[in-house]
């Protein structure tokens, strides 16, 4: 039989084992963030149909979703969790408390061109605060204080969660005279970081027919050097929709410092717009300050109809979204994923000296009761094989009982990184064998190098 050569599909991620520890340890940090703020679990469906998936698609999003059919049913994969979430609000609402908040981790599919850091199955990490009719700014105001407790949980430090607000921008272009356009206009702001002032100023004249006055009003807003709300004073009493983003940006501010979030971290910055009509207020975007090349790694907003196509009833929300897979990808590419965590499958591994087995299954479970992970070697190899397959792995202690050990009622334990062994009562040593487990694994996933 001729073999088939085994291969991964491009833009599909797999790891080996001390790399889907990391990933899985960033999972477990995101969602221990995630449930300080009172955030419910979510997992909706991988696959749903396609009418409820495409419900807001249309152009480029319907290019990019892996379709199929099963009998006469058109199915899709979910290219976001969001719709996912408002089909599961609408569908649930009478059941539901508001605000509901949930947080939901998982895989996502996406048909475009795999490249580096860019993937067509991906993890995402999502909040949402949704609200019945009216969801007040305090909730805006809180997001970064999430955004800021995942990011400092995982081990990162210098980051700055980047925040403005459409109804500013919005409500700016209307003074300028340019509010036919706004939709046009954000999404070439959005651009700005990639293309620069002179491509942008281009696009803004050739593209959308600004004028000079209007294109120089635009590009002096968005590259404002100092507090924004010097500027954005300047305005203010010109339009509604202005000045009500402007008063929830000043709620945000007054607000952010309480909930935790040091001055370091954050940045009011009127360049952020968020190309997707969908936002309709605050935004957010989150860059890792020693690669901002990378672009952000968090981002999101608020919007005033999460269920739209799928109910008649208002149903205001706000959300940020990680792209973990991305992160993580990024991060193992910039040498920043830690080795202090432990990678191992096990804390101990219990090497039998003798061919009865009995006590090794019972210090086994005696020590799994304690909270260490244990694995038993039962194979027949020589010694020096015994402790290369626990290097290899990386479990940090290996215990030996043998004969000696039996009649004494002690074990052996060696530390694999100094190369020490201590005899002792196996509720002795267990102790101390747990109290640097658990040092090791309160370790943070990611480690920021220092700058030369």
């Known amino acids: 039989m001729e073999k088939i050569k085994p291969r991964t599909l491009s833009g599909f991620m797999e790891l080996l084992p001390p790399q889907q520890i990391l990933f899985d340890t960033m999972v477990r940090s995101l969602r221990d963030s995630f449930s300080l703020y009172g955030y419910t679990p979510l997992d ?34 979910r290219y976001e969790l969001t719709t996912s979430l408002a089909k599961y609000v609408a569908m649930n609402y009478g059941r539901l408390t508001f605000p509901f908040r949930r947080y939901e981790i998982g895989k996502v599919y996406r048909g475009e061109r795999a490249q580096r850091g ?65 939709p046009h206009i954000m999404r070439a702001i959005d651009k700005f970081d990639k293309v620069g002032v002179e491509k942008l100023t281009e696009m803004l004249i050739a593209d959308l027919s600004l004028s000079q006055t209007q294109t120089d009003e635009v590009i002096g807003l968005i590259t404002h050097q100092g507090d924004p709300f010097d500027i954005l004073d300047k305005y203010k009493g010109r339009s509604d929709i ?18 935790g979030v040091p001055d370091s971290h954050f940045r009011f910055d009127l360049s952020i717009a968020r190309g997707l009509d969908y936002y309709t207020g605050t935004v957010y975007e989150t860059y890792l ?24 009833r208002k149903l205001p929300g706000v959300g940020i979204s990680i792209g973990l897979t991305r992160l993580f ?7 920043m994923l830690s080795d202090s965590v432990l990678t191992s499958p096990s804390d101990v591994l219990i090497v039998p000296m003798t061919s009865d087995l009995s006590h090794a299954v019972a210090l086994a479970t005696s ?33 030996f009982i043998g004969e000696d050990e039996i009649n004494n009622n002690v074990i052996t334990v060696k530390d694999m990184a100094s190369g020490n062994q201590t005899t002792a009562s196996a509720g002795i040593l267990t102790a101390g064998v747990l109290e640097k487990i658990k040092s090791r694994r309160a370790n943070a996933p990611v480690e920021e190098k220092q700058a030369l």
Do not use: W
């Not at 152009?59 to 379709?67: C, H």
């Not at 009719?133 to 081990?155: K, Q």
């Open 44 to 77: 909706t469906p991988l696959m749903e149909a396609a009418e409820i998936l495409l419900a807001k698609g249309g152009g480029e999003t319907e290019k990019q979703v892996y379709s199929l059919r099963k009998g006469d049913t058109d199915l899709a994969l």
């Open 118 to 182: 860019r993937f067509r199955e991906f993890y995402q990490a999502d909040i949402d605060i949704v609200g019945n009719g009216e969801l007040d700014v305090l909730n805006e105001a809180e997001i970064p204080s999430v955004i800021y407790r995942c990011f400092t949980s995982l081990g990162l430090k210098d980051f700055v969660i980047k925040i403005n607000n459409r109804k500013v921008l919005s409500g700016f272009f209307e003074i300028i005279g340019a509010g036919d356009t706004a």
């Open 242 to 259: 202005f000045d009500k983003g402007v008063e929830e940006l000043a709620a945000i501010k007054r607000h952010i410092s309480g909930f």
């Open 289 to 312: 300050a020693n690669h901002a090349e990378v672009g952000s790694v968090c981002s999101g907003g608020r919007y005033d109809d999460l269920a739209e196509y799928y109910t008649d």
């Open 329 to 335: 990808y990024i991060l193992q590419e910039q040498s």
């Open 367 to 399: 020590m799994r009761e304690s909270g260490l992970r244990v694995s038993i070697y039962g194979e027949n190899k020589k010694f020096k094989s015994k402790l290369a397959y626990a290097d290899k792995l990386g479990i940090p202690f290996v215990v």
